[in-house]
């Protein structure tokens, strides 16, 4: 009897369309899913090519050639370590299982650990670019050993997006790397979404444009500089209208969803000590969407400034500015996850090479940009540098457009229009840029309540002082 090539257990949106995509490469693809009736439904009633759905987990694993490769695409968390126990009694050594879901790169880096012992191989491995990059191409960002990638490098490469005819994936680095550099993307995608939304929102109610307008303008953006899908599906999203003609933006609720991982970017920042603020701070807009309650009162009851429409003679400046904070968010937002990969790497000995991450995220993912050709040549480079804000590729722009972050939170303010992450971005450049901060009086208030100690600016040592006499 025949083998076939590879299986893919879990057929919800992702894992059905990574199937189809590995089939249509050539690949004979076993599939199996928990819910017989929706495996029934989706590939016996409307078959795919290529595509072998199996209907017990036992029969599934003797329909691969050996030495074997699943790769699951199901829910994080427990159900990914509930299916690892239920495979393992029918595989054998040097069968490979990949964890091709969101998974907490800490869950991953234990499961390599646990499959190690047991002689079985496993990747953790970001995949990038919604139910359209698992069909056409995603970004694939696969983390584990060398040799488990080996196994399966050829089809990755087959099924990723190109860019340039260069395939998007590259081996990350060791157990959770390839999802700790997912999680980051995911990060960053957070900021990058917020930026966006911050600029439509300025454009509607500083300016006044209607839909079309904001949509023309996001169009002519995603021809420049802010080239990216985001921008892209933006203007996109802003012109559809539905069946009653109708733009269908304007009937969708202010409350963002979420699924964990900007909330693990922000804790994984905190664990390494350092600055995240732009996503951070995408994360807890987010939040505060959802308290739409409080929001209806708090408006009855608190008050602010009358918001006040750009005169025609300055509408023209204002939507540069726009546009130029926007852009300078971006590569801020992207400077400060590229710097906790960065620390991570450095903490979990990853050696993460960073100008084949950039490469990576040029297709296929969410985040995918123009931009990021400077950032993949300024980590071509130097790998170790130290922040993308001063490399020479940016400087320029970041010195030019730092005026127009000023000037559109500053308008926003004195309007009432809360524009948290533009706020942060420029807080963190100008924290970033200072010699000289408020801390000292952080470190005398530390220890004259603690006896904390400080350090002095003219005599090398730590120094206690009696505050209080």
Same mark, same amino acid.
């Given at each position: 009897m025949l083998k076939n090539d590879l299986g893919v257990i879990g057929m919800g949106v992702m894992g059905k369309n990574l199937a189809h995509n590995i089939a249509?490469?050539?690949?004979?693809?076993?599939? @199996?899913?928990? !819910?017989?009736?929706? #495996? #029934?439904?989706? =590939?016996?009633?409307? /078959?795919? !090519?290529?595509?072998?759905? &199996? @209907?017990? =987990?036992k029969e599934f694993i003797c329909s691969l050639k050996k030495p074997r490769c699943v790769i699951l695409m199901i829910k994080a968390g427990a159900p990914v370590d509930d299916l690892i126990s239920l495979l393992l009694p029918y595989l054998e050594d040097d069968d490979l299982i990949i964890d091709g879901g969101n998974s907490f790169f800490k869950d991953t880096i234990s499961r390599c650990n646990l499959l190690k012992e047991k002689k079985i191989l496993f990747l953790g491995t970001g995949i990038s670019?919604?139910?359209?990059?698992?069909?056409?191409?995603?970004?694939?960002? /696969?983390?584990? #050993?060398?040799?488990?990638?080996?196994? &399966?490098?050829?089809?990755?490469k087959n099924i990723s997006a190109k860019y340039n005819n260069e395939a998007c994936v590259q081996y990350i680095g060791p157990n959770g790397a390839?999802?700790?550099?997912?999680?980051?993307?995911?990060?960053?995608?957070?900021?990058?979404m917020e =930026?966006?939304?911050?600029?439509?929102?300025? =454009?509607?109610i500083l300016l006044g444009m209607n839909n079309k307008e904001m949509s023309d303008t996001f169009c002519i953006w995603n021809t420049g500089e802010l080239s990216s899908y985001l921008i892209e599906i933006t203007s996109q999203i802003l012109r559809k209208k539905n069946s009653q003609g109708k733009y269908e933006l304007d009937f969708i609720l202010d409350e963002a969803s979420h699924k964990g991982t900007g909330m693990w970017t922000a804790q994984s920042a905190l664990e390494l000590h350092i600055p995240l603020s732009v996503i951070t701070e995408s994360v807890f807009v987010r939040y505060l969407?959802?308290?739409r309650s409080q929001r209806f009162i708090a408006a009855t009851i608190l008050k602010g400034p009358k918001c006040k429409i750009i005169d025609s003679k300055n509408r023209k400046d204002f939507i540069e500015d726009i546009r130029k904070a926007l852009f300078l968010g971006k590569i801020i937002s992207y400077a400060q996850g590229f710097n906790q990969m960065k620390e991570a790497s450095q903490k979990y000995l990853w050696n993460l090479n960073f100008s084949n991450i950039a490469k990576i995220f040029r297709a296929g993912c969410i985040i995918r940009a123009n931009f990021l050709n400077d950032i993949m040549s300024s980590f071509s480079e130097n790998n170790e540098l130290i922040n993308l804000l001063i490399t020479p590729l940016f400087q320029d722009v970041i010195n030019e457009y730092q005026n127009s972050l000023r000037r559109i939170v500053t308008v926003a303010m004195k309007n009432g229009i809360a524009v948290p992450v533009f706020s942060a971005a420029l807080s963190y450049y100008d924290s970033y840029r200072a010699i000289n901060s408020s801390a000292n009086l952080i470190q005398a208030q530390r220890d004259y309540f603690g006896s904390h100690t400080y350090k002095r600016v003219d005599k090398i040592g730590s120094f206690h002082l009696d505050w209080a006499h």
């Open positions: 249509n490469h050539g690949y004979k693809v076993s599939v @199996f899913n928990r !819910s017989i009736s929706s #495996t #029934t439904k989706i =590939l016996v009633q409307n /078959p795919i !090519s290529g595509i072998f759905p &199996i @209907f017990s =987990l670019g919604g139910e359209e990059g698992a069909l056409n191409g995603p970004a694939i960002m /696969p983390g584990g #050993t060398k040799k488990a990638y080996k196994r &399966i490098s050829d089809v990755f390839g999802h700790y550099v997912k999680m980051v993307h995911n990060g960053i995608e957070y900021s990058d =930026l966006i939304a911050e600029s439509y929102f300025l =454009l509607k969407s959802s308290l």
